[in-house]
């Protein structure tokens, strides 16, 4: 498909013309920080922001929701409660887009998740790329994630004064044409975005000290290694880390059943690997009581068991959960040292 250019001048026309058809969020700034959230002016929207505290997959998948309501009165009835509310997911950053592309096959494989799915298929993503590291802890570059992936329908990238829009579906090439001031890219637009392009890759710094294609083999001679037992000892077991990476899906199913017993909701929430009752069964035993074998799982999950089950690797370099870590432990900091004691 043709590569489009919007001016910046226009943008809020596009984005207050897509908010009369279409619920639009994007990042927003909260005391200083950015949050993806719904957008009630086009003026709310920051392109330019740095990272969000919570990465947008709390969109597709929600930090709390009902998968149906029950009721046993009159015998046993469920209704599914399905999310196919019209959504445009706005100012996505290429790593936020590898980790939707993973989380699509995670939630299409074997036993498909309608809930998700439902969502997925009615949310319009558009992404933007990423000209500058978000802070010192992206290692986006190590990760492979630094351009975009395929899961966006229309990608902006800033010119200046104006993006460059990739439109890579017909969903987001009838986005643009409906709601937006676009013109056909000229030559001279080229070649601008191709100078844009090529002039971000020095301002990213690989992060590893080896290709992140070889973590899994990594972890898998890596499974005693003493390390663990040190970031168990400093781990606080607070589970920040997972809730805010954007491929951590781990969830727990809860039932609230109202005072009459005689109806209820069933609720899926966001859970950690990394709290203490995550691994204990009904009979007491804890599969991973200690934090140490806690830590080994949650970087085993990331470099090896989820590449080996969907072919992609579970971190995409973000840096999220190295700037929430209250003592420090980093996934660069964890698998440079694993591979150095290799």
Known sequence: MSLKIIKKQDMDSFVSSLMTQYEVMGPVERES?????????????????????????????????TLFAFRTDGGFSVQPALDIHRRVLLGV?????????????VFTKGYSDGHYLARRENTIIVGIECL?????H?????????SASEVHDLHLTDLGDAYAVD?????GEML?????????????????????????????????????????????????????????????????CTTVCPTC???????EV???????????????CQLEEFARVATGENFRKTRAQRQRHRFFRKGKYIPDNHGELGCVGCGRCARSCLVDITPVSVWNALYQAR
């Open 33 to 65: 920080k950015f949050i993806f959230a719904p957008i009630s002016h086009s003026a709310q929207l920051r392109l330019d922001y740095n990272t969000s505290i919570l990465p947008p997959k709390k969109v597709l998948l929600p930090q709390q929701e």
């Open 93 to 105: 950053h290429t790593c936020d887009l590898h980790a939707m592309k993973l989380l699509d096959s």
């Open 132 to 136: 500058m590291p978000c802070d010192e």
């Open 138 to 146: 992206s290692f986006c570059k190590s990760m492979g994630t630094l």
């Open 167 to 171: 439109q890579s579906t017909s969903t």
């Open 176 to 240: 643009l044409a409906r709601h937006g001031r676009a013109r056909d890219a000229t030559r001279e637009d080229m070649l601008r975005l191709d100078k844009v392009l090529s002039e971000k890759w020095p301002r990213f710094q690989y992060k590893l000290d080896f290709d992140a294609a070889e973590l899994p083999s990594l972890m898998a001679v890596s499974y005693k290694k003493p390390l663990w037992d040190e970031l168990g000892n400093r781990c606080l077991a607070c589970g920040q």
């Open 249 to 255: 899906y781990c969830f727990n199913v809860l039932d």
């Open 258 to 272: 109202e005072m009459d017993g005689k109806s209820g909701v069933r609720k899926r929430v966001w859970d950690s």
